[in-house]
């Protein structure tokens, strides 16, 4: 359809009275004819107006009601007098389709922006639909976005990586920041899961302690490490709600900190000392190596050094394990190759209208990132039998599968 047919069927819209429910569905079963129409043509190799001299030809047109989502339609099904043609926009012996809505929310979940899949369905079907239309389409993932964000979660997770990630959100017609808080916990069959995701003003860590009371409501009842960033108050939410719970800082985070405060002359230096720290065999070498770093650069660099010293206890946990479990603790390198991932299916989109669509569009980006997270990490079987070591009580029932 081109604009100037658009034109003409807005006009008849006004004169009508029809809504634009009715008129989008107009339009869909417009679009529905005209594409088995152009399926025959391409089928018997010449459009309806053209002169040919194939045997086959066209012979009339049966009619069919069909359902979407959008409704029912009675459309009629060309044929072919060799009974050759079997369409398939609309398959014989099915009376279900869900096209244009099902390629809108493909799209969408791909990352294009309104203005693409608008762009993408104009190629596709010759249909013009608007961003409220879009919007309707993927609104049909609301209810099965709230039975997830819902669903009933493990007793028991092994470990949980939490991050959230900033995005712009129109309020009152004005942008505003707001975050969006994501948990993936390590389960009991050795596997990566996205436990949910909730929205809120900026990171605080009075919101993640409701994040922490919303997976204990779900069912959620032993921890045995978290890994986070070094928000002010985060490790004293994690063990209000889970006072067993081991707390690991990221020690990456930590680094980029210190980072900022040294001078370029001697950042690789700096580095290379840090480095002889978080890499010490054990956490006593690391305490040497922190005496030194101490030594060295406290007086220069105090806002560098101190905070090793100061968060001590929450960065140095990871040093109670093996290399194998230290490696997937030691940092929020996990949850912020998700995040990576989210970024790459939303880039598209720099705003979001409201915080509905972030959660679609985020909602979406992690089920396709998680569609590879069918088999354990890496060496489950040795990760596993050190943590029965590390915690033979809260965790030795737990056996591979």
């Given at each position: ?25 107009d339009?869909?079963?417009?679009g ?18 053209e ?39 609309v ?24 203005r693409d ?26 209810p ?78 032993d ?56 890499k ?37 946990c ?28 939303t ?25 590879s ?24 029932h737990?056996?591979?599968?």
């Amino acid at each position: 359809m081109d604009k100037s047919n658009l034109k003409a069927h807005l006009e008849s819209l006004k004169k009508s009275g029809k809504n634009i429910h009715d008129y989008m569905n107009d339009l869909y079963q417009e679009g529905l004819q005209a594409l088995l129409e152009t399926e025959l043509d391409e089928h018997l190799g010449y459009s309806k107006n053209e002169a040919n001299s194939s045997e086959n030809a066209r012979n009339g047109s049966s009619q069919k009601t069909v359902k979407s989502k959008l409704g029912e339609y009675t459309l009629s099904i060309p044929r072919d007098r060799s009974g050759s043609f079997e369409p398939k926009i609309v398959p014989k012996h099915k009376r279900v389709i869900d096209q244009i809505e099902d390629h809108v929310i493909t799209l969408y979940s791909k990352g294009m922006s309104v203005r693409d899949v608008q762009d993408a369905i104009q190629d596709l079907y010759g249909v013009d639909i608007d961003k409220s239309t879009i919007s309707r389409f993927t609104d049909q993932l609301l209810p099965r976005i709230e039975k997830w964000r819902n669903r009933p979660l493990d007793e028991f997770y092994f470990v949980l990586w939490m991050d959230g990630i900033h995005i712009k959100v129109k309020e009152n017609h004005r942008l505003v920041n707001k975050c969006v808080y994501i948990i993936m916990g390590l389960n009991s069959q050795g596997r990566k899961e996205v436990l949910g995701l909730w929205i809120g003003k900026e990171e605080c860590a009075s919101f993640w302690r409701e994040v922490l009371n919303d997976i204990k409501a779900r069912g959620v009842k032993d921890i045995l490490l978290t890994v986070t960033d070094n928000l002010k108050g985060f490790t004293e939410a994690i063990r209000a709600a889970f006072t067993k719970a081991s707390t690991q800082i990221c020690v990456v985070h930590m680094i980029r900190q210190s980072y900022k405060y040294i001078a370029r002359k001697n950042k690789k230096e700096f580095i290379e000392d840090l480095k002889m720290m978080y890499k010490a065999p054990n956490k006593e070498m690391a305490e040497e190596y922190l005496v030194n770093l101490e030594e060295k650069w406290l007086q220069r660099y105090p806002s560098a050094v101190k905070p090793w010293r100061s968060n001590w206890e929450l960065w140095t946990c990871f040093f109670d394990f093996t290399p194998e479990i230290r490696r997937i603790v030691y940092t929020t390198n996990t949850i912020e190759n998700l995040n990576k991932n989210i970024r790459k299916y939303t880039r598209n989109k720099t705003q979001f209208p409201d915080d509905k669509s972030a959660i679609k569009s985020i909602y979406l980006a992690c089920i396709k990132v998680s569609k590879s997270w069918s088999k354990p990490i890496p060496a489950w079987g040795v990760i596993l039998n050190d943590f029965h070591i590390a915690f033979p009580e809260r965790c030795g029932h737990i056996k591979i599968n």
